[in-house]
C-alpha cells in the first residue's frame, strides 16, 4: 500500500513537474469557453495508449497491468509535444522499471540512445546514465503511447528506490535523446 501511494503521489508530482509554465492572461469568459472546447477536442483525439513489444501481446504481466492501469488512471501523463520517463513505483528483480510516454508527433520506429539522471532527496540514483531503447526488444512506441521499461539497480541504488516516500524530493530526468543511425 505504502509503494501505491508512493507511486500515485509520485505520478501527480512528476506530471505537475513537467507541464510546461505558460503565462497567464486576461480573456473574456467567450475566449476562455473556446479554449476550453479546442483543448477537449484535442485531448479526445490524442488519447494516451498504453504498448507493449510484439513479442508481449496478448501475454499477461504485473508489469504491463501496471503499465495500462497507470495509463488509464492517469491519461495526462507526459506533456504534449515531448517524450518523458515517470518512475512507476515498481522494482522487479533488481530492476526499477519506469514509464517511458511519447507525446510528440512521431512514431518512434528507430532505436533510441538517451540519458537518465535521476536522484532522491540529493542522493544520486542515475547519474547521466545512457540508456538504449531497442525497437527489436521493446517495441515501437507511436505518438502518444507509452510502454514500461526496466533499468537495472544495484544494491545501493535499489536501497535509495526502496527508501523513497516523498515524491516532491525525487527528481528523474530524461536528456540527450536521439535516434540510432
Partial sequence: M???????ASLVALTACSQSKQDTKESTSTQTAKETKVSESSKEEKELKFVVAPQYEGKKSELIELGKKLVKEHPELGS???MALYFTGAISEGRAAL???NKTDVDIKKDLNFSISWSYDGKSILDNQKVSYFIKDSGELPSHTATIILLPLNEEQQSIVDGMSDPSKMKLLMSDVNTVE
Fill in 2 to 8: 505504502k509503494k501505491m501511494m508512493l507511486l500515485l
Fill in 80 to 82: 504534449e509535444g515531448n
Fill in 99 to 101: 514509464m517511458l510516454v
